[in-house]
Each structure stands twice: as structure tokens, then as C-alpha cells.
């Protein structure tokens, strides 16, 4: 038998990280293990081609929470995170619509094409900045169940009733609207220009299988409003080093707070006992034991893969086999000999330090859904197209670079399945695709890594290749993530718990779910 | 009219909102995008050009150009070594800085001085009674800052000298494209970087060289917002923002000796005598009456200044440099003088003077800050000077 620990966190992606930093500093000696060979799940940076790192899966961070860079001082442990400041959108025309730094700037680029979006927009974002408030207090918050008559649940719901109270009326519609609309319907109660409507609503489908015209994307647009770098909400940035160096600071900082952390240490079963978890045991054979066990991997694996269905109540392994993940995207990452030339911007401008956005209308994005919604993958996808080494050049040997795409749609569940041959196809659409954009872009790929649902599965675990843990929607959010009464972190069996993205208050490098379930377990479980 | 650098006619077309300052009589870029926020992350992450031309110097040659050097300086002249430089503060008769910069020995017998203020004068009074050349470059040299962690990398391509070999707050003569340059491991950042002195004839020859080897690794021209962040993070003081210079101060309680402004390691015990020698020891042996020191404002403190009216917190991306009232218990005990968000460190931070004691690290006071149109207290953390110290820098 190994040494024993108190608490054992499995997975060392960055919700798991969080988990055991806030376990250790709350005195509990922690111990992680991670199956992979790399820290940090789906945030990783890899040099899978010599001499070029890829930000393989997560790309760019902005919802991290601030409470835990300062709790954990991210920044002394390799925090370091770049400012994003661009997205532009070609346009099919050749034209071009973008979104600067500056908000002056940005607001006369729109009056070129819409002087009544331009006007629009200021208002809209007010609005989303009230939404994003109103949101705020809800993301630190332990999920209080409706059904239940706890003193603690009582005192959560009337705490939250009181905060929608204070919204007032004007507020409390938009977030219900938002809650509950297309985000497509959404944007046109505010907007006229398409290429402006369809940016704006690619923040909605992103990691859901559903079209920007399907209800409830509205809220997966405002998740991703909800980000504050230095006090400002839906700031976005990219971490110095890519998003690998976000999990690997997170990891020095668990270090530093006596945190033990191991690598190539794959978690079988967790070992239950009369209904208490007692430890786990590593493929292989090796047990640990400990009191406490955290599962920071998605709810399918927590309760059907790393605990027998039949420690667990009926109810619950129903809720967690119709949970929906329905892996919708993929990603693209190409090693290049130089820069892309966009047509609409030809030579080397400021563009191509922020975002290049593959959304020129709504009919667009829905057309890549109907693809993806009969079983193929989008033959002309959304795109979210970045180039960290514009701004990061150590991502990249000197003049060389590298170009992280986020594809939509890749379904999970691909007519026939993926195999090699679709794989590369699935590429070969979204080079095709980004070269009506930008000629130049194949003769410059160096390397090119295509991942589907099936190979984000396989390389991370994460179910159906899902990249939030399970979809953002309104079904699966808050008191019902991942299943009625069991959003509190807790499971069925004593002294096992989940920390992953599958919980609340879920996906995008945030940490939330890490941090909140750490606090309770530091809270009920002495 | 304000004077333009030797580089300004590569850095106007650069300045895309025409947001030019004022400095030393000189007009120099703020920034060069709206928002300073690209080149402040240069400056951290890669590397920044900074045109720093407006900086005063002067060749001192002669006889006894160490000696007047030395007289007028509070560092020990005699221990500078050929091909080193010192940062030092230099004071008046009562001890109070007059002004700080670089002394840099170039060979033998001869040296360069920088400073923030015009000099000239200062530097013909203390060689009264010596033979010493004093010579005025400021005009004639154009200077630029090549600041961030790849700065090495950059120069290792186009300068003709072993880089490696170049050690913190070393200097060489050398070439870059085949320009004569002297070079320096100095800078205002904290960080890496290295300064680079040429004739104004081959200033944009030399812009040109380094834009052109910089390109691979994200070489970015950056303005005066951006440098003030970095050197803010580094705790480096600015003459006329963290102190006044006693040939300036219109009062005796504005003037400053080295040890209230975090300048007491700069100021040799054991040297021969010197501007300010006696009043200097005095002080030392009774105890500084300021300090001067970090202060980290406490997140959650400010947070809930800003809650209370219903908005998240605001930050500037650009330093601030104006008094503030620092309180502990109540009561005043000193002022900060500049302060900023680090992008870096996510921290509000400031530089402050604060009475004795209350400037040990770890005391806790409170900085006057205005939210919504209120003067508000927010708590803060004395902190040791520098908040940012980066092994690279020395390494």
C-alpha cells in the first residue's frame, strides 16, 4: 500500500490543479494524479512539430477567475498573459468588418458599414456589461437547490432572489431573454449588419452542438461576456507560452502549497468502501489510500468509469447517461513558414495579432450547423483563427509561426465514424476553406494537426470530445449541473466529490468549479 | 519649439494617434498604438525599442575627470572599472539629490554621464580648480532603450560583439550593422535589456538595423506609457514625479536626500569627500525621517470601494503620477507620488513616501483613492522595492 493521503485529486487538468492548491492550502495533504504524461488536460501546450509549440486544444483564456490568480499568486508562478486585441471578420464581398483595441476606432470601422449598429453597439454593450454583473455573483457561488428546505439552500435561494430583485425589471428581462433565446434572435433585436450579427454569435455556439438560430445559444454567448482581465469584462488574452503554461503555473503554485503531483498515473477505480470512498487504485495495480477522493474528470466518467453505477442511486446514473456532451468542434493547428496574406487586408497589418474570425453571416454558421446535424462535418466551417507567435514569438522558431484554428462543427457522432481518411478531410475543408480568405496559406504549412471530437476524447478523456464537460445548456446549468442534487460538488459516496467543468459553473479555463468545490470540502468535511 | 529626436523620422509615421509628450524640451511618442498595452507586454515578453534621446549627456574627459566625477557623485568613482557603469543619485552640499543617472567609465580616462536634468552647470561648479573636459552630447547622441527578455537575442544577431560577455551594467564599444555604437546592459524596465548610444547622423540607419533583426521576435516600438508601467514595477524612481530635484524644489521640505528616496545603497560610506558627505553621514546616523517604498493595494478593498456604487473596479492602462494622501490609523503619514495596474502581477500598485516607521515592510495603510467622484480609502501593503525583479535582468 502507498502513502496515504487526505485528499486525492484525479486529473491534472486545471479545475483538479485549482482543487488540490485550495485543499493543500487549507491543510490537507494532497496528492494529483494526471493520466497523461503533460499536465493540464485540454490546457496544454505541446511541441508536436519540432521547434513549434501548440496551444493544442484551449487556445486563448479571459474567464480565469481573478480571485484565484490573486488567492494562488498565478503571476509569481508563470502567469503571463498578452493582450488580444483584434477580431476581424472578412467578408465575402473582399471587404472586411473589425473589432479594434481601441473603442473609437472600432466604433468608426462599424459606422462604415452600419452607422445604426455603430450606435447600437454602445448600447448592447452596456447591456452586457449589466448582464455580465448580474452573472458575476452567481459564478462564486455553491448552487443552492430549489427542492430542497435546508437552512443553507433556503438561505442561497433567498439570497439569489434577493440579487435578481436588485436587478430590476429592464435587467431582468434582457437575462431571461438571454437565457432562454437564440442568440441569433438575440442579436437581431439589436443588429442589421450580418458579418457584425454573426461574429457576435459564434461566442454562442462555441462547444455546443446546436446553431446559432437554436434557443439557448444566447446564454453560451454571455458565458463567454463574462471574462474580467484586469477588471474588464470579455477581455481575452493568450497566455504567455499558451495555455499549457496556465496549467503549468497553476501547478507550480499547488507545488508550492506542499501539493505532490504525479504524471503518467492513471486512475482505474476509486476504492468505495460501506459508501466512503477510501482511496484509489492506479491501472496497474498500485492503491492509495485516502479519505477524501476528488474527480476532476467530466460526469460521465465520474460516475459511470471511476465508481461502479451500482454505488450510485438510479436517478442519478440516468441524469448522468442523458447528459449531453455531443462534441461539436475540432481544431486545426499548422506550423507556417511565414504569414498568411489576407485578401481583404493584404501584407503583414495589426490584424494578425488578434483574431481572424471565419463567420461572414448567420446563414453561414447555420448552414455549418445543418451540415454537422445530419452527421457530417461542416464542409465550409466557423472558424476562430489566431497566431500566438505574432505576439509570443517563443512559440515559434524566429520568423516562423504558428496558427491555432477552432473549428465548428466536427460532430461527435460522424455518419460511418471518424477514421484517418476523415480526419484529414475534415483538414483539408478547413485549409480550403481559410485559403478563400487567404491564398498564401498552403504553401506556408509546415505541419498540420487535425483534431476531431474522437481525438480530443482519446488524447484528454473528455466524453464525446465535449470541450466544456458537457454543453453550456440551460438544462445542464447551475442547480443542474451536472444532475439534480448533486450540483453541490458532492456524490452519493462519502468522500468522493467532482471539481471538473461538469459542474458549475463550468467550461473555459475558469478554475470556478475547482475553487468552489475545494471550499466545500475544506467547509463540510473536517 | 520642441526639439525632435534623431529618431523621429522613423518614429512620427509610427505614432498613429498623434500622442506626443513633452520631455527635456524634446517631443517624444507616449505611444505608439492608442493604448500602451502591446508595448508594455513587448517590454515583459519580448522585446521593446524606446527612444530615450531626450536623456542629457556629457563626455568628461581629462586629468581629473575621475575626480570631479567622484566629488559630485555618491558612488566611489575609484572602484568603477574601465567598460562599467553606475546608476547613481548625485546631491548638494546638504545632501539632498540634485538629480540621478548613469556614470559610465568608456576607457581610461574618459566618461559619460546621463542624467534627467540639464547638468552642464553643476558639473562646471565642481570642477572648479581642476582639469577636466566637460562636453555636451545630448544633441549630438541619439539614444535608444532595446528593452525585454529577447533584447539579447536581437543584438546577438547584428552586433559585433560577444553579447554573452556583456554583463549587467556593462558597457562596449562596438557596431551594430556596421554603425559605431556604445552599448550598455542598462535600461528603465527592470527587465533584460540594454542600451544603445549613437551619433545622431546614424540614428535612423541604426532604427533601421534593429527594426529590421527585431521582426522575428516581436520587436515593438514603444512610448513613454508603456516605459513608466516597467519602470514602476521595477520601483525605479523618476526625478520631478517621485522627487524633486533640489535645484528645482521651491521648498526645503521638497528636497530629498538618497535615503528617502530608496537611494541609501547608492551612497558610499567609505568614499573621499564628496557634495553632501557630512549631512549624508548625519543622516545615516540618526535614521532617514522617509522612506521610500512599494505599496500593493489590496484587491478586495478597492473591489468593494467601487461595489458600493454598483461598478467593478476601474483601471487605467496608463500609470498615474500625481500625490496621494497614505494614511495608517487615521492619521497622514505620507504620499505616493505614481502608481499603476501591472498587467504583469495583477496588482494596483504605487510607489510612496512614507514618515518613520510606518514605512517596514508589511505595514498596513490606507491610499486616498477617488471613486466616483469620492475620496475613498483603500487599504494597501508596504512592499520592498523592486515588486518585479526578473532573474533574467542579471543573468
Known amino acids: ?526 | 519649439m520642441l526639439k525632435t529626436s534623431p529618431f523621429h523620422p522613423r518614429t512620427s509615421p509610427l505614432v498613429r494617434a498623434q500622442t506626443w509628450r513633452r520631455w527635456a524640451g524634446y517631443q517624444m511618442a507616449s505611444a505608439y498604438d492608442p493604448h500602451p498595452d502591446r508595448e508594455y507586454a513587448a517590454i515583459r515578453n519580448a522585446a521593446a525599442l524606446i527612444d530615450v534621446s531626450a536623456l542629457y549627456k556629457y563626455r568628461i574627459t581629462g586629468r581629473d575627470a575621475m575626480r570631479l566625477l567622484d566629488r559630485t557623485i555618491t558612488r566611489d568613482m575609484t572602484k568603477l572599472k574601465p567598460g562599467q557603469v553606475y546608476y547613481t543619485p548625485w546631491c548638494d552640499g546638504e545632501g539632498k539629490v540634485v538629480d540621478d543617472g548613469t556614470v559610465t567609465r568608456l576607457d581610461e580616462s574618459s566618461y559619460r554621464l546621463t542624467s534627467a536634468d540639464s547638468s552642464l552647470r553643476w558639473l562646471h561648479l565642481n570642477a572648479a580648480g581642476m582639469s577636466a573636459g566637460i562636453e555636451d552630447l545630448s544633441e549630438r547622441v541619439g539614444a535608444l532603450s532595446l528593452q525585454g527578455p529577447l533584447s539579447r537575442a536581437i543584438l546577438s544577431k547584428v552586433a559585433a560583439t560577444d553579447m554573452a560577455a556583456l554583463k549587467y551594467f556593462r558597457f562596449v564599444d562596438t557596431t551594430i550593422a556596421g554603425i559605431p555604437v556604445g552599448l550598455s546592459r542598462t535600461g528603465y524596465t527592470g527587465d533584460l535589456g540594454y542600451e544603445i548610444w549613437v551619433e545622431a547622423d546614424r540614428a535612423v540607419a541604426l532604427w533601421d538595423a534593429l527594426a529590421e533583426a527585431g521582426k522575428p521576435y516581436g520587436l515593438t516600438p514603444a512610448g513613454i506609457w508603456a516605459l513608466d508601467i516597467a519602470r514602476i514595477e521595477a520601483g525605479l524612481i523618476m526625478m520631478d514625479v517621485d522627487y524633486f530635484s533640489s535645484h528645482h524644489a521651491l521648498t526645503e521640505a521638497r528636497k530629498s536626500s538618497p535615503y528617502e528616496i530608496n537611494l541609501g545603497w547608492a551612497v558610499s560610506a567609505g568614499k573621499g569627500p564628496f557634495n553632501g558627505r557630512r549631512a549624508l553621514a548625519a543622516e545615516r546616523a540618526r535614521g532617514p525621517a522617509w522612506g521610500f517604498v512599494g505599496l500593493e493595494i489590496e484587491w478586495e478593498s478597492f473591489e468593494r470601494l467601487f461595489a458600493r456604487h454598483g461598478l467593478p473596479p476601474q483601471i487605467s492602462n496608463v500609470a498615474w503620477r500625481s500625490s496621494a494622501p497614505v494614511y495608517d490609523a487615521g492619521r497622514q503619514v505620507g504620499y505616493a507620488t505614481s502608481g499603476c495596474w501591472s498587467p504583469l502581477l495583477k496588482k494596483s500598485l504605487a510607489l510612496a513616501h512614507l514618515r518613520a516607521p510606518h514605512f517596514a515592510p508589511g505595514t498596513q495603510v490606507e491610499l486616498e483613492i477617488t471613486v466616483e467622484h469620492r475620496r475613498e480609502r483603500a487599504i494597501a501593503a508596504v512592499r520592498k522595492l523592486p515588486f518585479f525583479d526578473p532573474e533574467r535582468k542579471k543573468a
Open chain 1, 1 to 526: 500500500m502507498s502513502e496515504r493521503y487526505d485528499a486525492i485529486v484525479i486529473g491534472g487538468g486545471h479545475n483538479g490543479l485549482v482543487a488540490a492548491a485550495y485543499l493543500a492550502r487549507g491543510g490537507r495533504k494532497t496528492l494529483v494524479l494526471e493520466r497523461r504524461h503533460v499536465l493540464g488536460g485540454a490546457s496544454v501546450t505541446e511541441e508536436i512539430f519540432p521547434g513549434f509549440k501548440y496551444t493544442v486544444f484551449s487556445y486563448v483564456v479571459s474567464l480565469l477567475r481573478p480571485e484565484i490568480i490573486r488567492d494562488l499568486d498565478l503571476p509569481a508562478h508563470g502567469l503571463q498573459i498578452l493582450p488580444l486585441e483584434s477580431t476581424v471578420t472578412p467578408m465575402d464581398n473582399g471587404d472586411y468588418l473589425a473589432g479594434w483595441a481601441d473603442p473609437d476606432e472600432t466604433r468608426r470601422e462599424l459606422c462604415r458599414h452600419s452607422p445604426r449598429d455603430a450606435d447600437a453597439a454602445v448600447v448592447f454593450g452596456r447591456l452586457m456589461h449589466h448582464m455580465a454583473m448580474a452573472v458575476k455573483p452567481i459564478l462564486g457561488m455553491l448552487p443552492p437547490d430549489p427542492t430542497s428546505l435546508s437552512p443553507g439552500d433556503l438561505a442561497g435561494l433567498l439570497k439569489l432572489g434577493g440579487h435578481f430583485r436588485s436587478l430590476g425589471a429592464e435587467r431582468f428581462h434582457a437575462l431571461h431573454k438571454l437565457m432562454t433565446m437564440s442568440s441569433a434572435d438575440y442579436l437581431d433585436e439589436w443588429f442589421e449588419f450580418g458579418p457584425l450579427k454573426a461574429t457576435k454569435s459564434a461566442s454562442g455556439i462555441i462547444g455546443t452542438f446546436l446553431g446559432p438560430r437554436s434557443p439557448g445559444t444566447a446564454y453560451v454567448l454571455l458565458h463567454h461576456y463574462m471574462g474580467e482581465l484586469d477588471g474588464a469584462f470579455r477581455a481575452w488574452g493568450f497566455q504567455k507560452g499558451g495555455t499549457g503554461a496556465i496549467s503549468e503555473s497553476i501547478a507550480s503554485a499547488a507545488r508550492a502549497q506542499g501539493v505532490t503531483i504525479r504524471t503518467n498515473a492513471a486512475v482505474e477505480r476509486v476504492l468505495v468502501r460501506n459508501g466512503q470512498a477510501t482511496g484509489v487504485v492506479l491501472e496497474g495495480g498500485e492503491e492509495i489510500p485516502a479519505r477524501t477522493v476528488v474527480s476532476g474528470l467530466d460526469p460521465r466518467l465520474t460516475f459511470t468509469r471511476l465508481v461502479e453505477p451500482k454505488e450510485l442511486p438510479e436517478s442519478l446514473v440516468d441524469a448522468v447517461r442523458r447528459f449531453k456532451f455531443r462534441g461539436s468542434s475540432g481544431k486545426v493547428n499548422l506550423a507556417l513558414s511565414g504569414l498568411p496574406n489576407f485578401t481583404c487586408l493584404p501584407g503583414e497589418g495589426p490584424h494578425l495579432r488578434g483574431a481572424i474570425s471565419i463567420s461572414p453571416s448567420i446563414e453561414y454558421l447555420e448552414r455549418a450547423y445543418d451540415d454537422a446535424k445530419y452527421g457530417e462535418f461542416s464542409r465550409h466551417p466557423y472558424m476562430d483563427v489566431v497566431i500566438p507567435s505574432m505576439i509570443d514569438p517563443g512559440m515559434a522558431p524566429p520568423g516562423k509561426h504558428v496558427m491555432s484554428i477552432f473549428v465548428q462543427y466536427a460532430p461527435h457522432n460522424l455518419n460511418g465514424g471518424w477514421n484517418d481518411e476523415k480526419r484529414e478531410a475534415f483538414g483539408d475543408a478547413v485549409v480550403d476553406t481559410l485559403a478563400r480568405y487567404a491564398p498564401n496559406i498552403k504553401s506556408l504549412i509546415l505541419h498540420r494537426q487535425v483534431l476531431t471530437p474522437d481525438d480530443i476524447e482519446r488524447i484528454t478523456g473528455l466524453t464525446e470530445g465535449n470541450i466544456f464537460q458537457g454543453e453550456l445548456a440551460l438544462q445542464q446549468l447551475f442547480f443542474l449541473r451536472p444532475a439534480p442534487q448533486w450540483a453541490k460538488y458532492r456524490t452519493p459516496i462519502r468522500g468522493y466529490w467532482q471539481c471538473g467543468a461538469g459542474t458549475h459553473p463550468g467550461g473555459g479555463i475558469m478554475g470556478a468549479s475547482g475553487r468552489l468545490a475545494a471550499n466545500e470540502i475544506l467547509r463540510t468535511a473536517p
